[in-house]
């Protein structure tokens, strides 16, 4: 890291433990947290960043008098120990060693631990506070931030326009979605529902904004009565022309920065407030309880209905998906011809002109708005970082000899998108075609299994290592997440993952199938498509694919694959090209005819695997 950056952290370490000390605290945690508890966060809120210099999309850091702890997951190691200077940060793996293990292994009897109570959902402060408790310590919510007080050109906070989401596309009336959230209200007994996840408000009033990038929704609060009353508490300067006189009669806007203080004046003592304990502000529950109410710590029904897909949004996620497909197509025969012809004459592709590349493609999709996540381009060494970002100044060459790896999705008006692909254009690195092909058959694997109702995606997992745990490998990521319908591309409560999440999967969820592996220094491998839950005239489980790329043939060795996965893999290249093919350029449908050729019959461009 060069000096000056380091000279920076150091001097916004010495400001933070400056406050800490006026406030009496003798740690504060920093979560990647805004508001809402979600994974992606406007430039106003990215104070994990501004402390630590980690930018990825999932963190927290203790802050005490003289060290500095931050946290992340796998896909990040690489990222912090190359952004966060270890003199200045120590690193930790967020699951090996989890935060609140090390806070009671660290803390000190008597220690005072700062948070910001709009920042931490409940069930983190109930952690914390419990492994403080163990080393005599105590936890302490903070009004306020410390990192704002220092934070001198801190952004403002996001002002993005809030539109209409046609009923053509969302399928339900917000009126309609209330009432099954009013049925639930009633078999919980609850008085209120509060819900503050920004996605969840969008679907459940139809509406879509642009307060963060890539998610289509609008940073805002809401509260439901029992009585059929609903409150948002948002900015109404962003609304479009004409919005307010769409939203339905039952729903009063407050300013956003009420939202506290309308809630006190709803929750009666003895009211049964119902709210999410991992995606809420603990600041809710602190004030539910002051108010001598009770809360109902449960997954928001909000999530659970949104994650069951209706028709309309299935058939659009469809829809979206072909017009997807169109671009990977037209990407994947560009990227074929001119890696090797840029790479022979000296001017090689680099990975920030192909991210461009393939955003240039969408472009031209028919009911295209934006990328869904800022595509990850990346080759060599650079594609064992799961979250790697090109620097479009100094990105790295695709050259021939280093397989590349494109993670890449899109925002449509009927839906949301997103898929890997991993391709090679010559000699391959020792290994690569082993791994290449496990991760594959783990694609297969979990792409074709059947499961019962009350499946949960922890419990089919192991399923998709299975052909890499055979070899001795792994990935350090989960295998599938849910996604949104023209909102967030990593959508709760569906997962499928080595972590336990108690979550049915349903008919209507859409999940990801996506297993890697990664060698670091080397080369990283993904396949990533999107799936449908549906059930089988047997009423078993199953999943129906979304996606329709090429997978590439070339690396798989054909003598470790089994008759059912090459029957699969012709299978569904026979209906990539049928459902693409006559979307596409001339030249991207000779490149689809060529790619998707039965397995048994190489390509003329077919390069034996090594």
């Known amino acids: 890291m060069p000096e000056s950056r380091r000279a920076i952290l150091q001097n916004r370490l010495t400001a933070l433990r400056g406050e800490m000390k006026s406030l009496e605290l003798d740690a504060l945690i920093v979560p990647r947290f805004d508001a809402h508890q979600g994974e992606y966060i406007a430039p106003h809120d990215e104070r994990l960043g501004f402390v630590t210099g980690f930018t990825g999309s999932a963190g927290v850091a203790i802050v005490t008098r003289d060290l500095v702890r931050l946290f992340v997951d796998g896909r990040y190691t690489v990222q912090a120990r190359n952004q966060c200077p270890a003199d200045l940060i120590d690193r930790d793996h967020i699951f090996e060693h989890p935060p609140e293990v090390w806070l009671a292994e660290t803390a000190e009897n008597g220690w005072v631990i700062g948070y910001d109570a709009m920042l931490l959902p409940p069930n983190w402060v109930r952690r914390y506070a419990d492994s403080a408790a163990e080393a005599g310590a105590s936890l302490q919510p903070l ?239 650079n594609a064992a970082m799961c979250h790697y970002a090109a620097d479009p100044q100094v990105s790295a060459p695709i050259l021939p000899a280093h397989p590349y790896l494109l993670d890449s999705g899109g925002q449509y008006e009927t839906g949301t998108t997103d898929a890997t692909r991993s391709y090679s254009f010559g000699t391959l690195p020792d290994g690569y075609a082993r791994a290449y092909t496990a991760v594959f058959q783990a694609l297969h694997a979990l792409a074709t299994l059947r499961f019962p109702k009350g499946t949960q995606g922890h419990q089919i997992d192991a399923i998709c290592r299975r052909p890499l745990w055979d070899l001795g490998l792994d990935y350090d990521h989960g295998t599938g997440h849910g996604i949104g319908h023209r909102l967030s591309v990593h959508e709760q409560p569906q997962r499928i993952g080595k972590q336990v999440n108690p979550v049915d999967l349903v008919p209507g969820m859409v999940l990801s199938i996506e297993p890697g592996y990664y060698q670091a220094g080397s080369y990283g491998i993904r396949l990533e498509n999107l799936f449908e839950v549906r059930e089988a005239e047997d009423g078993f489980l199953e999943f129906s694919n979304l996606t329709w790329i090429p997978i590439q043939t070339a690396p798989l060795l054909r003598d470790r694959l089994g008759t059912a996965e090459i029957a699969w893999l012709d299978a569904y290249h026979a209906e990539v090209e049928k459902q693409v093919g006559d979307k596409c350029s001339d030249k991207a449908r000779e490149w689809l005819q060529d790619v998707c050729r039965p397995i048994g019959q190489p390509s003329p461009h077919w390069r034996q695997a090594v």
């Open 143 to 381: 009004t306020g931030n410390p990192v704002d007080r220092i934070w001198t050109d801190q952004p403002a906070e996001p002002f993005g326009e809030i539109s209409a989401f046609p009923l053509q596309f969302a399928g339900v009336s917000a009126t309609d979605k209330r009432a099954g959230l009013l049925e639930t209200m009633q078999e919980e007994g609850a008085d209120l529902l509060v819900d503050t996840q920004p996605d969840n408000i969008a679907w459940l009033l139809n509406v879509r904004g642009g307060d963060v990038a890539y998610n289509p929704m609008p940073q805002s609060f809401f509260v439901l009565e029992k009585s059929g009353a609903g409150h948002w508490f948002v900015n109404r300067q962003k609304f479009e022309v004409g919005l307010e006189d769409t939203l339905p009669d039952w729903i009063e806007v407050h300013p956003k920065e009420t939202f506290l203080d309308v809630l006190v004046e709803k929750t009666g003592e003895g009211a049964k407030v119902l709210l999410d304990p991992d995606f809420s502000p603990a600041a809710v529950t602190l004030l539910v309880k002051q108010a001598k109410a009770e809360p109902l710590h449960k997954l928001s029904p909000v999530t659970l209905k949104k994650a069951q897909k209706n028709r309309t949004e299935l058939e659009g996620l469809r829809a979206c998906h072909i017009e997807d497909a169109v671009a990977w197509a037209e990407f994947g025969a560009w990227l074929e011809t001119h890696v090797p012809e840029r790479a022979a004459v000296g001017d090689p592709v680099s990975e920030y002109e192909a991210e461009e590349k393939i955003l240039s493609f969408r472009r031209e999709r028919q009911g295209f708005l934006s990328e869904s996540f800022r595509t990850i381009s990346c080759a060599g060494g």
